[in-house]
């Protein structure tokens, strides 16, 4: 037989399109051709297959070889199709047998050796060929990772040779067997937090219901510390959640870490990030930061000092959950429903209000220094907190026994989110103009205070409707059905840039 077809997968973004490997061969002048819009790396799997296969000891056909990837307007890219190539070679060359070849799907990377290494993405392929009723032959690297989609025939595999004795029925490759588990939580522990009563506060409502937050305050008052403690508060991840982490990081540079699975993510970008770097991009679209952030924490350290036209395309992924990148090319979807916690200075030099009142800024400084965060985006920040400096004595006294720890925390957090759960279906930071107006009802004080408070912050439609969300959050903390008018007074002083200008 002189043609075989081998079943394969592509990566654009987190998809996994099907790949056909149609492998033909002729009479002519010997040479390995590869068509079907093949990038670099896949144009040089025609070198490392046919050492893979004469180190292996199988015989390199001496004839015009012609290998199509089709789709033909799909670019592919990677060594992902090094094993699909060479199985075909084989299989037309008669090899193996081309009819054991059907019910598969292969993705792998092959040394010169015939070894195969690891490739990106094959959690949403292990997905898709599930989809297609058809068994996975991958990687051994990749094997864990591929097995976690449920009910998939995952084979993980060392060496070409393996590949082919499974082929032929020799030595059938053993169905993989996730060994994934939970690890604990490295998160660094709430109680660690001396004092900071009021941003403890905060970042509880902001677990609770999923809302974006913003720390001011002078350097060394514990906003970085607060932020990183936000995962472990966080509810626990659902097999859902974590499967949708686990696909962006199968198919980013980083790859997927089985230490890793069912950890919030917490993203923290330096500030001299570019705006390709945060929501993600390149020639081959490729996840950023609030991407890899997906279901977990994005923390913008300084934020004044993140370029403006890099802090803009965070409106729409905070408001959509999603980020769309487009080439000329190509075009690839990335899930992004991070958290958003941000820290900065309450002026230029970081001591406007510090008790040594070595600020020297004056009004209009700190008034430009604000201002390189854009409104709209403020305006989508719920929670705005101030983070004060501590007096020495608080500071230096020993650690109280009845400090509460994450997991305390985590206990009221879980119980406000499961209300939200069970009335809306979603996070309350997550609310329709509709919803809202259903779960968010007030009554005469209430709307009395809230009317007088827009007026006097001058605020806007969208920052009303967020005061609403964090005063729902707070009553589902208490456990309260409705909002009561010191629940939504809370929220309204979680706005302290609205309130400062």
């Given amino acids: 037989m002189s043609l075989a077809v081998v079943h394969s997968r592509a990566l654009t973004g987190i998809d996994a399109p099907a790949v056909t490997v149609e492998v033909h061969l002729s009479n002519g002048l010997p040479s390995l051709s590869i068509v079907g819009l093949p990038e670099t790396e896949v144009k040089e799997s025609r070198d490392r297959v046919r050492s893979a296969l004469l180190t292996s000891k199988f015989e390199f056909p001496t004839r015009r070889i012609t290998v199509n990837l089709a789709p033909a307007d799909l670019p592919k890219e990677g060594g992902r199709f090094d094993l699909p190539i060479a199985l075909g070679i084989l299989a037309a060359s008669g090899?193996?047998?081309?009819?054991?070849?059907?019910?598969?799907?292969?993705?792998?990377?092959?040394?010169?050796?015939?070894?195969?290494?690891?490739?990106?993405?094959?959690?949403?392929?292990?997905?898709?060929?599930?989809?297609?009723?058809?068994?996975?032959?991958?990687?051994?690297?990749?094997?864990?990772?591929?097995?976690?989609?449920?009910?998939?025939?995952?084979h993980g595999a060392s060496h070409l040779l393996a590949v082919t004795a499974h082929l032929h029925g020799m030595a059938p490759l053993p169905r993989h067997q996730p060994v994934m588990q939970e690890h604990p939580s490295d998160s660094p522990d709430l109680r660690e937090v001396r004092g900071q009563y009021r941003a403890r506060?905060?970042?509880?409502?902001?677990?609770?219901?999923?809302?974006?937050?913003?720390?001011?305050?002078?350097?060394?008052?514990?906003?970085t510390m607060l932020a990183r403690r936000l995962p472990g508060i966080l509810p626990r991840m659902t097999d859902r959640e974590a499967m949708e982490a686990a696909a962006v990081q199968s198919v980013s540079h980083q790859g997927f870490s089985s230490s890793r699975w069912k950890q919030r993510p917490f993203r923290a970008p330096h500030h001299t990030a570019s705006g390709v770097a945060l929501v993600g991009g390149g020639g081959t679209p490729m996840p950023g930061e609030i991407s890899l952030a997906h279901h977990g924490v994005l923390f913008l350290d300084e934020l004044p000092e993140f370029d403006r036209r890099v802090l803009e395309v965070l409106r729409e992924?905070?408001?959509?959950?999603?980020?769309?990148?487009?080439?000329?090319?190509?075009?690839?979807?990335?899930?992004?429903?991070?958290?958003?916690?941000?820290?900065?200075?309450?002026?230029?030099?970081?001591?406007?209000?510090?008790?040594?009142?070595?600020?020297?800024?004056?009004?209009d400084q700190v008034r430009n220094y604000r201002g390189r965060v854009s409104g709209p985006?403020?305006?989508?920040?719920?929670l705005h907190v101030e983070v004060p400096a501590m007096a020495q004595g608080e500071l230096l006294a020993p650690a109280a026994d009845n400090a509460e720890s994450s997991v305390?925390?985590?206990?009221?957090?879980?119980?406000?989110?499961?209300?939200?759960?069970?009335?809306?279906?979603?996070?309350?930071?997550?609310?329709?103009?509709?919803?809202?107006?259903?779960?968010?009802?007030?009554?005469?004080?209430?709307?009395?205070?809230?009317?007088?408070?827009?007026?006097?912050l001058a605020l806007s439609a969208r920052a009303a409707h967020r005061i609403l969300k964090v005063a729902r959050t707070i009553a589902d903390l208490a456990g309260s059905t409705d909002i009561d008018k010191m629940q939504l007074a809370e929220a309204i002083q979680f706005r302290t840039l609205d309130r400062t200008g």
């Fill in 317 to 363: 992924p905070l408001e959509s959950g999603a980020i769309t990148i487009s080439r000329a090319a190509r075009q690839a979807d990335f899930p992004a429903r991070f958290q958003l916690i941000a820290a900065m200075n309450p002026c230029p030099c970081g001591w406007l209000g510090d008790r040594s009142a070595r600020c020297r800024c004056t009004a």
């Fill in 95 to 154: 090899q193996i047998p081309a009819t054991a070849l059907a019910n598969h799907e292969f993705l792998g990377e092959l040394a010169l050796t015939g070894e195969l290494r690891p490739v990106r993405g094959t959690l949403t392929a292990a997905v898709q060929a599930h989809a297609a009723r058809r068994a996975l032959i991958l990687p051994h690297g990749n094997a864990d990772e591929a097995a976690l989609v449920a009910e998939s025939c995952i």
């Fill in 408 to 456: 305390m925390v985590r206990t009221r957090v879980e119980a406000a989110r499961e209300r939200q759960q069970v009335r809306s279906g979603m996070p309350n930071a997550r609310l329709e103009s509709k919803d809202v107006e259903r779960n968010c009802m007030l009554d005469t004080d209430s709307r009395q205070l809230l009317e007088q408070s827009l007026q006097k």
């Fill in 377 to 382: 985006l403020l305006d989508r920040l719920d």
């Fill in 201 to 223: 506060r905060a970042l509880e409502i902001a677990a609770a219901g999923g809302h974006s937050l913003l720390l001011i305050g002078p350097p060394g008052t514990g906003k």
